[in-house]
């Protein structure tokens, strides 16, 4: 029997046991479902939280029940703290879910519904986390129609006076009420459930259940409004190109075609993340058993918020299709994935995958839709290019249909903008103003020589009630994930970490973004990057939009006699090779390290020019590269 939790058995045994003696049993069982050891700061949790529970459970009345650590949700990654299971006075099978914290404190955050600020740092409010799991047990997992769900939080480290949190829905529990938890327990669990319905639980599947099918096709609307308007600003309904697109996949199941791969291109702005949401939601209420898998973990966060923010639990048809070896689970598109064979898997971000994930996504559905962009492959190691896909699905005996999805719907400048951008980008010297008249009138694109101008007029947008953000160039600053506020993350201001002194005038400082939970969904979703305080890097902003886009123009990419360069200061060490050794391969003499950097330098500015929905403005970090622009935009587009 597999096994998807870290320790269970009945209350009575769970107090009996030594601490140290769960700890190893824990720690053991840990590496065994999750493949690899706790970390420190796990133990550490361990170790108080069974203190108390041990203190709070030791009550005859509930020795009977059963008790579940670390329960690993069906295809997920996801763990719930703690399971507790029984039957309520009707005899009618329950489980209550607990999310355990051993905070000292915390507090809201100001303005987010969902992200709050303890002594651990930034994080996820628990009542949050708690609904989400429980709805994804209702909606998506093999037993959960058998089972009344009761989520709870208990904060068994901290006194009530210390946490200063809203509680809309669930029960929640403090350090000092321990005689609340055993009231709570007994209420809701009046007698022990049998081991073999436990097990079943334990042991369940990942199956997309009527009550999904059915909250998808009662909050229909309001999704599809909602995604429109936080992915694309203006809530624009589908083109008759995409709603094509659509109608002809769906033909395809009604018809019962299986072995179908679409290869469905589109540049920045033709929809194709929307068409994405829009077909996993008409296919979910055709009652298909349907995902949308992404590798952007701060994109599949945003799109996951937006769905869960009509109801929790909603967002579990959205997956990740690759999560590298050291996640402890597999994505659906990885060689070990586990899961049920699906009516259709719907790829977007495709162009992000490697060779070896398109074999196994391919596999994966009866029918797979690939959305992909060549233009936004941002690494060497990405090979979602059309070849490639149509290749492995060759290989593998498949039917395949390419489409392109040709229309320019997100951006104000349309196909005349993006045509501009492409030259702008590939052939510098080509640029005239018949290439710029089209659009100059309905479209802002500003160079400015000063920051402190750069940011004026950005905070002009905002004060107008239009949304902004800064987006900047992956140089002077690696990051730091532990440090929100270290000086690997300061990317404007001074002083930085490269040592590059252009801001030290500028009394402000301008953080990147670094935590793909807590930090992403805040800035793109909840409107924090109105604040002008932080900004995303080419990984934090590829997939989102804003209505007014501030380009941190940076010193890796820079025009030099007439063309593009390679620079100098590239931070980005993500890939194998990362952009950081291809161009220490360039500056060498290898001239195909060369002309690959070149390629993904294109790549990535190109992300950049086509995140603002109504307007560009650049700040150029290196001296001639700014003059080239500041002389362009003065002479063609001022």
């Known amino acids: ?33 999750y493949g690899e050891s706790p970390g420190i700061e796990q133990v550490k949790a361990w170790e108080s939280s069974v203190v108390y529970l041990q203190e709070a459970l030791n009550n005859v009345d509930l020795h009977n029940l059963t008790i579940a650590f670390e329960y690993r949700l069906p295809f997920s990654n996801e763990r719930i703290d703690l399971l507790i299971f029984g039957k309520d006075k009707r005899g009618n099978p329950k489980v209550l879910i607990f999310e355990l914290k051993g905070w ?13 600020n303890s002594d651990i740092g930034k994080t996820v409010h628990p009542e949050y986390q708690v609904e989400n799991y429980a709805g994804k047990i209702r909606f998506s997992h093999s037993e959960a129609d058998k089972f009344e769900l009761i989520p709870a939080a208990l904060m068994y480290n901290a006194e009530s006076k210390h946490i200063s949190l809203n509680f809309k829905k669930v029960e929640y ?3 000092n009420d321990v005689q609340r938890v055993r009231s709570f327990i007994k209420c809701e669990l009046e007698y022990p459930l049998d081991d073999i319905d436990v097990n079943k ?8 259940s009527k009550k999904l099918f059915d909250a998808i096709k009662d909050h229909f609307d309001e999704i599809k409004t909602q995604s429109y308007l936080t992915l694309a600003e203006n809530g624009w309904g589908l083109s008759t190109e995409q709603l094509e697109l659509i109608e002809e996949i769906i033909s395809d199941f009604k018809q019962n075609r299986s072995n179908v791969a679409y290869l469905i291109q589109g540049a920045p702005g033709s929809g194709k993340t929307l068409v994405a949401i829009h077909l996993l939601l008409s296919t979910l209420a055709e009652e298909y058993q349907v995902i949308l898998a992404y590798r952007n973990n701060r994109l599949i966060n945003s799109i996951r918020n937006i769905f869960d923010s009509i109801e929790r639990g909603l967002s579990n048809p959205i997956k990740f299709y690759s999560v590298g070896p050291r996640a402890g689970f597999s994505g659906v598109a990885e060689k070990n994935f586990q899961g049920p064979l699906f009516d259709l898997v719907i790829y977007d971000e495709a162009q992000r995958m490697r060779k070896e994930n398109i074999e196994y996504a391919l596999q994966r559905g009866e029918i ?19 070849k490639n896909f149509i290749n492995e699905a060759k290989n593998l005996g498949l039917t395949i249909k390419q489409r392109i999805l040709k229309g320019f719907y997100r951006i104000k400048g349309g196909a005349q903008y993006h045509k501009f951008v492409e030259i702008f980008l590939k052939n510098p010297e080509n640029i005239s103003l018949d290439l710029i008249i089209p659009w100059k009138h309905n479209y802002e694109f500003k160079v400015f020589n000063d920051i402190g101008e750069f940011i004026s007029t950005l905070e002009e947008k905002r004060e107008q009630k239009f949304k902004v953000a800064l987006i ?17 993350n300061l990317r404007i201001g001074y002083p930085l970490y490269s040592g590059f002194d252009l801001y030290k005038d500028f009394n402000k400082k301008i953080y990147w973004l670094m935590d793909p939970r807590n930090d992403y969904v805040p800035f793109w979703v909840g409107g924090e990057s109105n604040k002008l305080e932080k900004c995303a890097s080419i990984y934090g902003c ?10 941190i123009w940076g010193r890796d990419f820079v025009y030099r006699d007439g063309k593009w360069e390679l620079g100098s200061d590239c931070e980005d060490n993500i890939g194998k090779p990362s952009i950081k050794k291809i161009i220490a391969q360039a500056k060498r003499g290898n001239i195909e390290a060369k002309q690959l950097a070149l390629n993904l330098l294109v790549n990535r500015y190109r992300i950049f020019l086509s995140r ?27």
Do not use: W
């Open 1 to 33: 029997m597999k096994m998807n939790c870290i320790f269970h058995d009945k209350i009575s045994e769970f107090i009996k046991l030594n601490a140290n003696d769960l700890l190893d049993v824990f720690t053991e069982n840990f590496k065994l479902v």
């Open 104 to 116: 000292k404190y915390a507090e809201e955050e100001t303005g987010s519904d969902f992200i709050v």
């Open 173 to 175: 529990f403090y350090k």
């Open 201 to 208: 639980f334990l042991n369940g599947d990942y199956i997309q």
């Open 368 to 386: 797979t839709v690939f959305f992909y962009d060549e233009g936004q492959i941002l690494n060497a190691e990405e090979e979602g290019y059309a």
């Open 472 to 488: 900047a160039a992956f140089t002077e600053s690696p990051g730091d994930l532990r440090n929100t506020y270290s000086i690997k």
């Open 542 to 551: 590829q997939g989102f939009e804003t209505d007014f886009a501030g380009v």
């Open 612 to 638: 603002g929905i109504k307007g560009t403005y650049i700040f150029c970090e290196d001296e001639r590269t700014a003059q080239f622009l500041k002389e362009m935009y003065e002479e063609f587009v001022a």
